[in-house]
């Protein structure tokens, strides 16, 4: 099976704060989130 996202993109999506979930989604936690999480 092909991947969705590339690795040239998955590298550029992970620096700016994306998370690659499986082959074909990112999500990327907004501050409230990350605060009530710690």
Partial sequence: ???QV???KQE???RQ???IVGEH???K???W???SLT
């Fill in 1 to 3: 099976m092909r991947r």
């Fill in 6 to 8: 590339d690795v040239q």
């Fill in 12 to 14: 550029v999506l992970e």
């Fill in 17 to 19: 704060g994306y998370r």
């Fill in 25 to 27: 989604s990112g999500v």
């Fill in 29 to 31: 936690l907004c501050h």
């Fill in 33 to 35: 989130t990350k605060a």
